[in-house]
């Protein structure tokens, strides 16, 4: 069964400093997704990413996937207030389990002034 | 529209009604997907249609939930005899089948069973 895990559940952390959120997950598969949420909305895509050291950036969040370690990671720099917000990394999964997209835990990231 | 369209935004319902809830993906997407979230939880895999084929629907939780999609398009979930912990956003999600392709999200129905 595919699990996901993130880590940390909660960042806090000081505008203008870099941090960096995990993404675990428990089956071979090569379609990770990253979300952001902010409270009361839906879910706004960030990244597709689709295979093996893949990388993609956009503003202050870049993203890669090491499809080895079954890792991916995003990666924050000099953050920002409006950065405040939930993420959520997505895993496709593999073979029997293609149909679902499996979510994260989420990591609510506050960036204090 | 542009977007993936969600009906009603809000509902509030008696325990023991039933309920249904309207997704209207992007024009053109032949997958979608049906997303709960209770609050400040993740997002619980409910329901995978994909053109023609027999939807996944392994991730509903009990015999009240239901879902059809017709035409290949607008998707309906249906949750009979509304209990409290039915209480969450239901969130309904579209793209094209190809590798690689965003998955979009509406902007979810809040449903409250009192």
């Known amino acids: 069964e595919l699990k996901v895990e993130q880590n940390p559940l909660f960042l806090s952390m000081q505008e203008g400093k870099n941090y960096t959120i995990y993404c675990n997950y428990s089956?071979?598969?090569?379609?990770l997704y990253w979300y952001r949420q902010d409270p009361g909305k839906s879910l706004e895509s960030l990244f597709v990413l689709l295979s093996n050291g893949a990388v993609k950036q956009e503003g202050r969040l870049m993203a890669s996937l090491d499809t080895k370690a079954r890792l991916s990671t995003l990666h924050i720099t000099a953050a920002v207030h409006d950065l405040s917000a939930t993420y959520f990394c997505?895993?496709?999964?593999?073979?029997?389990?293609?149909?679902?997209?499996?979510f994260g835990t989420g990591t609510l990231l506050a960036v204090q002034p | 529209g542009a977007g993936v369209s969600q009906s009603p935004s809000n509902k509030v319902t008696e325990k023991g009604k039933d309920v249904e809830l309207r997704c209207d993906p992007i024009?053109?997407?032949?997958?979608l997907y049906w997303y709960r979230q209770s609050l400040g939880q993740g997002l619980e895999f409910l329901i995978y249609f994909q053109g023609n084929s027999a939807p996944d629907k392994s991730g509903l939780p009990s015999d009240r939930f239901s879902a059809e999609r017709t035409g290949g398009s607008v998707s309906t979930l249906t949750i009979q005899r509304t209990q409290q912990e039915d209480s969450a956003v239901y969130l309904c999600?579209?793209?094209?089948?190809?590798?690689?392709?965003?998955?979009?999200f509406g902007e979810g129905s809040w449903l409250t069973v009192v």
């Open positions: 999600a579209s793209s094209y089948v190809l590798s690689g392709n965003t998955i979009y």
């Open positions: 089956t071979t598969s090569d379609r």
């Open positions: 997505a895993v496709k999964g593999y073979g029997g389990a293609t149909n679902k997209l499996i």
């Open positions: 024009s053109g997407h032949t997958a």
